[in-house]
């Protein structure tokens, strides 16, 4: 979407490597969603920040995953010791100011895991 | 537990037809039932929406169905065209926690042959 960059765009990583994905909001926003989307899926929620405050990580799979948005603005996901299991599309949004409940999605990063 | 049930999940229309996926619910708990549309690459973007309180809303050559009783609802695609060849997905919000936490069916991929 016109209102989120991601990168990387596409992403391999060797099994037991630690990967981190940015999410760059073009304009401040408040909310700021990441959601996961395997093969063939819908999107699965993650994780969700109110400016800097990580308010819901119940979508998390497993500890090894871990996301931060120190400043608000731009936000990293990151996930350590890669499984083939997380091989995704990782989809950052944000809340669309024109809309109470409009989402607005990234393109995502591809992270495939061999 | 699957929350949203999507169906089918992959479609092929002529040109020109009626392109209909449907999709049901189990939680009478959500109050905002979005279809978002997904071209390869791309991040889903938000296509048209309903509230409950209504049982139908058209956009263009879009129309959303809502069944209350049977939690139920429905997008159709009249005079179906090859550039809405794409994966939709329906989703609902869950009316509380005051944030957009989407819950996304599974995605029906549309195929329109000219």
């Known amino acids: 979407g016109a209102g989120v960059s991601q990168s990387p765009r596409y992403k391999v990583a060797k099994r037991g490597q630690d990967v981190a994905l940015r999410c760059d909001p073009i304009s401040g926003h408040v909310s700021l969603f990441w959601y996961q989307q395997a093969l063939g899926q819908g999107p699965e929620f993650l994780t969700y920040?109110?400016?800097?405050?990580?308010?819901?990580k119940s979508g998390l799979p497993s500890d090894r995953f871990f996301a931060e948005r120190p400043e608000g603005s731009v936000s990293t996901l990151k996930i350590q010791r890669t499984q083939q299991e997380d091989s995704a599309v990782y989809l950052c949004?944000?809340?669309?100011?024109?809309?109470?409940?409009?989402?607005?999605f990234g393109a995502g990063s591809r992270l495939t895991v061999l | 537990q699957q929350q949203v049930k999507q169906s089918p999940q992959s479609l092929i229309v002529q040109k020109g037809g009626i392109s209909i996926i449907n999709c049901a619910y189990e939680n009478t708990a959500f109050d905002y039932f979005p279809w978002y549309q997904q071209f390869p690459g791309k991040g889903p973007a938000l296509l048209i929406a309903i509230r409950p309180d209504v049982s139908e809303k058209k956009e263009g050559r879009f129309t959303i169905s809502f069944n209350k009783s049977a939690k139920q609802f429905s997008l159709h695609i009249m005079d179906s065209q090859p550039g809405d060849s794409a994966t939709y997905f329906c989703a609902v919000l869950p009316g509380f926690g005051g944030y957009n936490k989407l819950i996304f069916g599974a995605g029906t991929r549309l195929a329109v042959h000219p």
């Open positions: 920040f109110q400016n800097e405050a990580q308010l819901d």
């Open positions: 949004a944000i809340k669309d100011s024109s809309g109470a409940n409009v989402l607005t």
